[in-house]
């Protein structure tokens, strides 16, 4: 008889136990992908390289702006809550969705908020890590131009520039590829693939048919048709354009995506997995993706609030579900595909007749009832100019370039650095032959025509249902630019001919009647000449002292001369500049007068310079004019020596102009604010009478105590802005504002202040990042004390104060340093590291309070 040894219960344990496999490594479960397309499209005017102000996104700037205080920092650093709306975590969303930002929208953010747009880049890094290897983020078209409308050429540029921006951003090769709408044909995917692009997303509609993919046991597998939204987007599918050639293709869920962006799916992150749940498969599959996509500005901006339900749903909820939070490139590399499918010929996501809706009047739009007959003339009048452009670019280019359109495909390079080393680099790598200054002032000139020239495609100018929209408006001044720039270097005349096009584009609106009207009352207008630019600086030159060396917007300003000279209420100024254009290199040497005759009255000139004598004598014989306080002779002399044409204060651009406008009524301002200071203290008891007898106060009276008030407000702001290091300053100010909000609240006021809500902001976080990371532990109450203040004064002016950079602060400190250092050390021996005792931690606490941080775990 053979014996065995007895197997121990330890290794019974281990047989009997099946080890789970590792989610990440091994398709096994359910996975989660939520997409953001994050976009803006490019708003910057085409002659001076900037966004302008834009009145409707009011209180902000600029639409980007308002959106990116609405969407793109919120997601950055989202806010878990609690049920007391404390502050109980924060969270970097693009850590878990997948996500593409455009790139014109990621050169604006890297200017407006580096810490936001470090964020992003930082969050593809810890997914990457996360995920083996694929981070979140996947390419985008360079500006949002529908693909399957482009010619072939400008297919490879948008995605090659569009690929070259996420590699100089993201320090990695995308692997997957946003298309502006979803939209496609199989010549984009051409593109793509011979681009090496590995995957795309589409809507369900997108797809034709699909079966899975032939084996040697079944060669020729049943196709299925899926044309009506029937494919299945739990798997990802291949899509071959050839025997040899494919690039793989995930199709979101589209009712959930709709859900998203049009219901109350978002509301709480329990509806948002509910909704995830229903589209779960109960079969045997292995695994399975839901995946959802939307335009990323719902996080915040369409949807309000809705990132704090992003964020707790993808940090906690779904893993507490057994869901694994994913991207596309990660699934794929763990679950390739199985199945292939074939697309409808020409789709978008956002047309239900291919894509129409930015070529011809098939009535998607976002609603007015209008038609939008004007799609198809637009449409043709860029296609003309597009291919006159190109006829430009090939005789001219071939002149500069070896390659022409190898030359445009990588302008990206110079697009992101436009310094003097950058782009003598650049020219130097695709010259045909040495190039003098003035050849390489007209190279560069080709290249940003052909830039503008694709940016007069960007989609938005099609989407909507007007062609005077902000949207058709752009793409026009573009157009515009590309224009110009073209007849600056080869001499043609295209504007009448492409406005005689325009003329057949329908405006819904009587007043323009079509897009030639359009385009003279709207994009004329806005065109910059150098002229102009040197009038801009002549004229602000009354109001600022401007160094040697000056930028305005994208033009470096040397000033070689200045005078300027005051006379009763005549001011005159007289200078020589040279104006280079950064963009195109072009320079120019100007003379300039400006007088300014007081008020809103300004008479400027600018001429060429004309040597040394010529610029001698005309400010000498200026000068001696206004000696005689004659403002006509000095206007005579200004006329008759360097030509009739003038500027005045309506020709600085628009920033500028409302800035001296604000300038100019400063003092009157002022004026009628001691005014009204005067009225309400002359008659304060008759308010209080009014109301202690609860009487409506007269109009006049309330209106002087608002004004009142609101002046007394803003001065006091100011000097508590100044008195950031002073304590004792800092106090007194800060009990001056609570004494006026008190008096304001019982005198039933509205102070209209947005200047003292930033100081305010301000002032809070200053004082924050004082007390905690240089903060005198003996000071502290006081300090801690003094921050409350400042926050329930916020509250008594109703200011709506923005605490969110306040949380960050005191958060991040809190765990990251007060409680590893102070709290949860504090019975060990290394009692050092924490600049305060325990005992004193409580002030500290409660102002965490103040600022709605949950702190009631050690308080």
């Known amino acids: 008889m053979v014996s065995t040894a007895p197997v121990s219960s330890s290794v019974n344990s281990i047989i009997k136990t099946k080890v789970k496999p590792d989610p990440l490594k091994t398709a096994q479960g359910v996975y989660i992908?939520?997409?953001?397309?994050?976009?803006?499209?490019?708003?910057?005017?085409?002659?001076?390289?900037?966004?302008?102000?834009?009145?409707?996104?009011?209180?902000?700037?600029?639409?980007?702006?308002?959106?990116?205080?609405?969407?793109?920092?919120?997601?950055?650093?989202?806010?878990?809550?609690?049920?007391?709306?404390?502050?109980?975590?924060?969270?970097?969303?693009?850590?878990?969705?997948?996500?593409?930002?455009?790139?014109?929208?990621?050169?604006?953010?890297?200017?407006?908020?580096?810490?936001?747009?470090?964020?992003?880049?930082?969050?593809?890094?810890?997914?990457?890590?996360?995920?083996?290897?694929?981070?979140?983020?996947?390419?985008?078209?360079?500006?949002?131009?529908?693909?399957?409308?482009?010619?072939?050429?400008?297919?490879?540029?948008?995605?090659?520039?569009?690929?070259?921006?996420?590699?100089?951003?993201?320090?990695?090769?995308?692997?997957?590829?946003?298309?502006?709408?979803?939209?496609?044909?199989?010549?984009?995917?051409?593109?793509?693939?011979?681009?090496?692009?590995?995957?795309?997303?589409?809507?369900?509609?997108?797809?034709?048919?699909?079966?899975?993919?032939?084996?040697?046991?079944?060669?020729?597998?049943?196709?299925?048709?899926?044309?009506?939204?029937?494919?299945?987007?739990?798997?990802?599918?291949?899509?071959?354009?050839?025997?040899?050639?494919?690039?793989?293709?995930?199709?979101?869920?589209?009712?959930?995506?709709?859900?998203?962006?049009?219901?109350?799916?978002?509301?709480?992150?329990?509806?948002?997995?509910?909704?995830?749940?229903?589209?779960?498969?109960?079969?045997?599959?292995?695994?399975?993706?839901?995946?959802?996509?939307?335009?990323?500005?719902?996080?915040?901006?369409?949807?309000?609030?809705?990132?704090?339900?992003?964020?707790?749903?993808?940090?906690?909820?779904?893993?507490?579900?057994?869901?694994?939070?994913?991207?596309?490139?990660?699934?794929?590399?763990?679950?390739?595909?199985?199945?292939?499918?074939?697309?409808?010929?020409?789709?978008?996501?956002?047309?239900?007749?291919?894509?129409?809706?930015?070529?011809?009047?098939?009535?998607?739009?976002?609603?007015?009832?209008?038609?939008?007959?004007?799609?198809?003339?637009?449409?043709?009048?860029?296609?003309?100019?597009?291919?006159?452009?190109?006829?430009?670019?090939?005789?001219?280019?071939?002149?500069?370039?070896?390659?022409?359109?190898?030359?445009?495909?990588?302008?990206?390079?110079?697009?992101?650095?436009?310094?003097?080393?950058?782009?003598?680099?650049?020219?130097?790598?695709?010259?045909?032959?040495?190039?003098?200054?003035?050849?390489?002032?007209?190279?560069?000139?080709?290249?940003?025509?052909?830039?503008?020239?694709?940016?007069?495609?960007?989609?938005?100018?099609?989407?909507?249902?007007?062609?005077?929209?902000?949207?058709?408006?752009?793409?026009?001044?573009?157009?515009?630019?590309?224009?110009?720039?073209?007849?600056?270097?080869?001499?043609?005349?295209?504007?009448?001919?492409?406005?005689?096009?325009?003329?057949?584009?329908?405006?819904?609106?009587?007043s323009f009647g079509n897009g030639k009207k359009v385009f003279q009352e709207l994009v004329a207008p806005a065109e910059v000449s150098l002229h102009q630019v040197a009038a801009h600086y002549a004229i602000s030159s009354l109001f600022d002292n401007y160094p040697h060396q000056e930028r305005i917007y994208c033009y470096e300003v040397e000033q070689l001369d200045y005078q300027k000279q005051q006379l009763g209420t005549l001011t005159l100024s007289v200078g020589q500049i040279k104006l280079t254009s950064e963009i195109t290199w072009e320079t120019k040497h100007f003379v300039f007068a400006v007088l300014h005759l007081g008020g809103w009255d300004f008479h400027c000139c600018i001429t060429g310079f004309d040597g040394r004598l010529a610029y001698a004598q005309l400010k000498q014989q200026l000068f001696t004019d206004i000696k005689q306080a004659s403002a006509a002779q000095v206007i005579l002399t200004m006329n008759r020596s360097m030509g009739e044409h003038s500027f005045n204060l309506q020709h600085l651009f628009a920033e500028e102009r409302q800035r001296i406008v604000r300038l100019l009524t400063a003092q009157t301002k002022k004026h009628l604010d001691q005014l009204y200071t005067q009225v309400y203290r002359e008659n304060y008891s008759m308010l209080a009478a009014f109301q202690r007898e609860e009487m409506p106060v007269p109009q006049e009276l309330k209106v002087a105590a608002e004004v009142a008030l609101s002046f007394r407000c803003l001065e006091t702001a100011g000097n508590l802005e100044k008195a950031i290091e002073e304590p004792a300053a800092i106090d007194s100010c800060l009990a001056e504002l609570t004494a006026t909000a008190t008096e304001a609240n019982y005198l039933e006021c509205w102070l209209n202040i947005p200047e003292v809500k930033v100081i305010l902001e301000q002032t809070i976080v200053r004082l924050l990042w004082q007390l905690l990371y240089d903060g005198n532990p003996l000071t502290l109450s006081a300090d801690a004390a003094r921050i409350k203040c400042a926050i329930a004064l916020g509250n008594q002016l109703r200011l709506g104060l923005a605490l969110d950079k306040a949380q960050e602060v005191y958060f991040n400190c809190l765990h990251q340093y007060i409680l590893p250092n102070c709290l949860i050390n504090s019975n060990s021996r290394d009692r050092d590291s924490c600049r305060w005792d325990i005992t004193q931690l409580k002030p500290l606490l409660e102002l965490g309070q103040s600022l709605a941080i949950d702190v009631s775990s050690w308080s």
């Open 33 to 510: 992908t939520v997409h953001g397309h994050f976009y803006q499209p490019p708003r910057e005017n085409p002659y001076l390289n900037t966004i302008e102000r834009q009145p409707s996104a009011h209180p902000y700037h600029d639409w980007n702006e308002r959106i990116h205080h609405e969407c793109y920092r919120p997601n950055a650093f989202a806010r878990i809550l609690n049920h007391n709306q404390e502050l109980v975590g924060i969270v970097n969303n693009f850590e878990y969705l997948s996500f593409n930002i455009g790139a014109t929208l990621m050169s604006w953010l890297e200017q407006y908020d580096p810490a936001v747009y470090q964020r992003i880049l930082e969050a593809d890094r810890i997914s990457s890590q996360r995920l083996n290897g694929h981070g979140n983020a996947i390419a985008q078209v360079y500006n949002h131009i529908i693909l399957p409308l482009a010619n072939q050429q400008d297919k490879i540029t948008q995605i090659r520039w569009g690929k070259a921006d996420f590699q100089h951003r993201f320090k990695r090769d995308p692997e997957g590829m946003w298309l502006a709408e979803t939209a496609v044909d199989y010549p984009t995917l051409e593109a793509l693939i011979e681009e090496e692009i590995k995957f795309i997303v589409l809507a369900p509609s997108q797809a034709e048919k699909c079966r899975e993919m032939s084996t040697e046991s079944e060669p020729t597998p049943k196709w299925h048709q899926v044309g009506g939204q029937q494919i299945d987007p739990t798997r990802p599918y291949r899509c071959f354009v050839d025997s040899d050639r494919y690039i793989d293709i995930f199709f979101y869920d589209g009712p959930i995506s709709r859900d998203m962006g049009f219901n109350d799916v978002l509301e709480t992150s329990d509806n948002f997995a509910n909704r995830l749940e229903q589209a779960v498969k109960g079969d045997s599959r292995p695994s399975q993706l839901i995946s959802v996509a939307t335009d990323g500005e719902t996080f915040g901006h369409h949807k309000g609030g809705t990132e704090k339900c992003i964020a707790y749903a993808l940090s906690e909820q779904f893993a507490n579900q057994g869901w694994t939070v994913t991207n596309y490139a990660h699934y794929l590399s763990i679950c390739p595909p199985t199945w292939e499918v074939e697309l409808k010929p020409v789709t978008a996501w956002s047309c239900d007749h291919g894509v129409a809706r930015w070529q011809d009047d098939c009535g998607c739009a976002s609603g007015g009832g209008w038609h939008q007959k004007w799609r198809k003339p637009l449409r043709e009048s860029l296609n003309w100019l597009r291919d006159r452009l190109i006829t430009i670019y090939e005789e001219m280019g071939n002149q500069f370039f070896d390659d022409p359109w190898l030359a445009r495909n990588e302008y990206i390079q110079v697009l992101r650095d436009r310094s003097k080393h950058n782009v003598s680099s650049f020219l130097q790598r695709h010259q045909a032959k040495e190039l003098s200054a003035s050849e390489k002032i007209d190279a560069l000139r080709l290249l940003e025509m052909q830039r503008h020239a694709l940016l007069m495609y960007t989609s938005c100018g099609w989407f909507f249902e007007e062609i005077s929209r902000p949207e058709g408006v752009q793409i026009l001044r573009y157009a515009a630019r590309a224009m110009e720039l073209a007849g600056a270097v080869a001499g043609v005349h295209l504007k009448q001919k492409f406005i005689g096009y325009l003329a057949q584009a329908p405006s819904n609106v009587a």
